[in-house]
């Protein structure tokens, strides 16, 4: 893992982190949380869309809304309340911590989730999972899918041609929230 080696080379050891949290108000009490950055067009994920379209009549029936997070600039998802560069991290923090669970890829958020003990699934492309996996996470609570790299390794570059996140299909992030929020999800098709 990378925390690991950070700490092995400063000599520096890990703990749980401390998340400062400054209240944000939220329109609801039961939802979830989804991140899709920008900064890197290897984990920018282009079918979100998809997932959410696909999870929402599951999730209305539970009562359950998806709030998109993260900065302003990035794209906005459809069947999503829309956070975008409305909160700071701290904020951001405060939102994540009264979520049920968090979707998304690599990124500061999915980390944050697994410091406050949150189910995630994360997607994951251009490096191993178990290298940046959710650290601090219970292995029940987590679901991390890999893009298909056709028996090649990772990249860890931050673009990919082709870029392998897209071979995750819909519907295996629908079923994973659904799996890990408890509830029924059924799709006949596959992507």
């Known amino acids: 893992h990378i925390l690991e080696a950070y700490a092995s080379n400063t000599c520096l050891k890990i703990d749980k982190p401390f998340i400062y949290e400054k209240y944000y108000p939220v329109g609801c009490d039961r939802y979830i949380t989804l991140h899709s950055p ?8 282009d079918h979100w869309d998809s997932v959410t379209r696909l999870l929402k009549p599951v999730l209305d029936k539970a009562d359950i809304e998806i709030i998109q997070v993260g900065a302003k600039e990035e794209k906005r998802i459809k069947y999503t309340e ?5 909160t700071s991290f701290n ?4 939102v994540m911590k009264r979520a049920r669970l968090h ?3 690599d990124s500061l958020p999915i980390h944050l989730a697994s ?18 996996r959710p650290y601090w996470s219970k292995d029940e609570d987590v679901i991390l899918l890999e893009s298909d790299k056709e028996g090649d390794k990772p990249t860890y570059a931050a673009g990919e041609t082709p870029k392998t996140i897209n071979t995750i299909a ?3 992030i629908a079923a994973s929230v659904c799996k890990l929020l408890g509830l029924e999800f059924s799709y ?4």
């Open 38 to 45: 920008c900064k890197f067009p290897s984990r920018k994920y």
């Open 103 to 105: 979707v998304g890829v």
């Open 115 to 132: 410091g406050f003990g949150k189910k995630i699934v994360g997607l994951y492309s251009n490096m191993y999972a178990c290298h940046s």
């Open 82 to 86: 829309d956070l975008l560069g409305k």
């Open 170 to 172: 819909p519907e295996k």
């Open 188 to 191: 006949d098709y596959e992507t």
């Open 91 to 94: 904020q951001m923090a405060y």
